[in-house]
């Protein structure tokens, strides 16, 4: 088995609904980190199912 440390290895491709911007992952325009603090877990199912806020 082969154990790499890091992303080293790790495929990356574009996507139509996340990106990183000035090191920050945001889904659909929203940003990660304020997403896990401020929305319950039905808001974001919500946000990853229906493709709006």
Same mark, same amino acid.
């Given at each position: ?9 790790? @495929? #990356?491709?574009?996507? #139509? @609904? ?25 808001? @974001?199912?919500? @946000? ?6």
């Amino acid at each position: 088995m082969l154990i790499t440390s890091g992303l080293q290895g790790i @495929v #990356a491709t574009q996507s #139509a @609904v996340s990106s990183i911007n000035d090191g920050e992952l945001t889904y659909r325009g929203i940003k990660i980190e304020k997403s896990g603090q401020n929305a319950n877990f039905e808001e @974001v199912i919500y @946000v990853t199912q229906k493709k709006e806020i």
